[in-house]
């Protein structure tokens, strides 16, 4: 593939909404490097319950933050993530992690830990990055050459999340995401919100396959553009 303008894009939204599906595809497609950052929060709150961290004393979450060493490849069609060399992408998708990252990532001193660690990555991406999560626009990359935000209506991302975690209950599923919707875009620190100019695609009524389509489109354009 012929090397094209390097190109920063932020991806954000809430859960359900498509990002990761659409952020690795279109990473892969258009030869940029990829960065779950949910992926990063789920790493260093899986560290705090394994290590015995009273999830509900910020303090002890702010004391332990800069302890354990969190690596993330950025192959679209591979993305790895480590925590002191231990392959976690497996246990940090489980459920006690999904209930407690919340708690975790509002934590100031947590955020600036991993925001760090955000920037550094994607300034040492050559060709570009597709960055996803919650706050990349407004607060890790607010230099982003394109900002996404992907939205969908809390019913369509409760039966797309129960499908992913196979036979979850959909009603469920819909109060939980609910619940964190309303943790993050709350919290005092880079909470969950639209930048200003950020383009906003609404995936309710899309497919995945369109999603994609859509935001390989507008990255093309930002790139002839440049």
Known sequence: MESATPVIVAIDGPAGTGKSSTSKAV????GLSYLDTGAQYRAITWWMVNN???????AAIAAA???PEIVSGTDPTGPTITVDGVDVSG????????????????VPEVRARITELQRSIAASAADGVVVEGRDI???VLPDADLKI??????????????????GADVHSTREALIKRDAADSSRKTSPLAKADDAVEV????????????CVVTLVEEKRAGK
């Open 27 to 30: 990473a892969a497609q258009l």
């Open 202 to 213: 609404d995936t309710t009524e899309l497919t995945l396959a369109q999603v994609i389509e």
């Open 91 to 106: 246990p940090i998708r489980t459920q006690e992690v999904s209930s407690k990252v919340s708690a975790v990532s509002a």
């Open 137 to 139: 626009g407004t607060t």
């Open 52 to 58: 015995g961290i009273d999830i509900d004393d910020p």
């Open 65 to 67: 933050a800069g302890k």
């Open 149 to 166: 935000f992907l939205t969908a209506s809390p019913e369509a991302r409760a039966a797309r999340r129960s499908g992913e975690l196979k």
